[in-house]
């Protein structure tokens, strides 16, 4: 499976970014797509996960994200979304995007996925 992310950007405190993430390859009917971030000397951090099935799929969201992060995706197209609202200067990281094989839950440890997107930076200037 190969991801590719995209939509990072900078912005100022209080606007918005939508981030995309495409997952290509061999995918199955039930799997967990997700979003992480990372800043200098911190450890990768979940922000916001989706199970992705043709019978619909559950949501999970770290505190931060709660309430002004909204994450989507669309099980036949394989895509995922994380549409970020009321941005603030801590939400500066580089992003990444992440899959998991197996659609049952939504981890939040970053050694549960299976594959990484190639990150994509998000600044926001205060």
């Known amino acids: 499976v190969q991801l590719q992310a995209s939509g990072g950007g900078l912005v100022q405190a209080g606007g918005s970014l939508r981030l995309s993430c495409a997952a290509s390859g061999r995918t199955s009917s039930s799997y967990v797509m997700g979003w992480f971030r990372r800043t200098p000397g911190k450890e990768r951090e979940f922000v916001a996960g989706?199970?992705?099935?043709?019978?619909?799929?559950?949501?999970s969201y770290s505190d931060p994200a709660k309430g002004r992060f909204t994450i989507s995706g669309d099980n036949s197209k394989n895509t995922v979304s994380l549409q970020m609202n009321s941005l603030k200067p801590e939400d500066t990281a580089v992003y990444y995007c992440a899959f998991r094989t197996v659609g049952q839950f939504i981890p939040r440890a970053s050694n549960e996925y299976d594959y990484w997107g190639q990150g994509t930076l998000v600044t926001v200037s205060s």
């Open positions: 989706i199970t992705l099935s043709r019978r619909g799929g559950s949501t």
